[in-house]
């Protein structure tokens, strides 16, 4: 019983700390942050497309840091995925910070692929975006879980406007 405790609470902080590369934000695991955005500039993260009855893409990997090349090489599995989507901190794709987002099982479809918190360090960041492979739709919403203000989109976003603009907490993208 006590070795079913320890692997369960393993699984949790490994899942927190996975979590916490996605959203850009520390994860606590046992008496040191297992991240920390300070210094890093670009992430990549690798979802699936929705399944049947689910609501949110499963994460498969994220990692970030200071540069694309650095996190390519750490994230063996990009390589087989298709890019399909750029976050922004900025209007016209621009400044500092971004984050791409690769769908593990190919371009999207009319199902897609769903973010039901982006949470940490792009909740309420993002300014613009680009979408690539099939993922012409896009749909952002205020608040996590795909609830609140919410706004469709079309193509490539230079800049998603006042009214969502530093707003968006979850996402959802789909041919």
């Known amino acids: 019983m006590r ?31 297992v991240y920390s955005y300070t210094g890093i500039d670009y992430c990549a993260t690798v979802i699936e497309s ?10 498969r990997q994220a990692t970030c840091g200071a540069d694309s090349a650095a996190v390519m090489s750490r994230l ?11 976050w922004w901190d900025n209007a016209n794709y621009a400044c500092c910070y971004y984050t791409e987002i690769y769908g593990y099982d190919g371009p999207c479809d ?3 692929y769903a973010i039901s918190s982006i949470g940490g360090f792009w909740n309420d960041r993002i300014s613009s975006w680009q979408v690539f492979n099939s993922c012409d739709n896009t749909w952002a919403f205020e608040h996590e879980n795909y609830a609140g203000d919410n706004q ?3 193509g490539s976003v230079s800049y998603c406007g006042g009214y969502m603009n ?4 979850s996402f959802k993208i789909f041919r």
């Not at 996605?22 to 994860?27: H, K, R, Y």
């Not at 929705?50 to 994460?59: A, M, N």
């Open 152 to 154: 469709g989109y079309y």
């Open 76 to 86: 063996g599995l990009v390589a087989s995925s298709t890019l399909l989507m750029q």
């Open 166 to 169: 530093d707003r968006i907490s």
């Open 3 to 33: 070795s079913v405790k320890i692997a369960a609470k393993t699984a949790a902080v490994g899942l927190a700390a996975l979590l916490s590369l996605l959203v850009g934000t520390p994860a606590y695991a046992g008496s040191a942050y």
């Open 50 to 59: 929705l399944k049947p009855g689910e609501q949110t893409s499963r994460v």
């Open 110 to 112: 009319q199902f897609g």
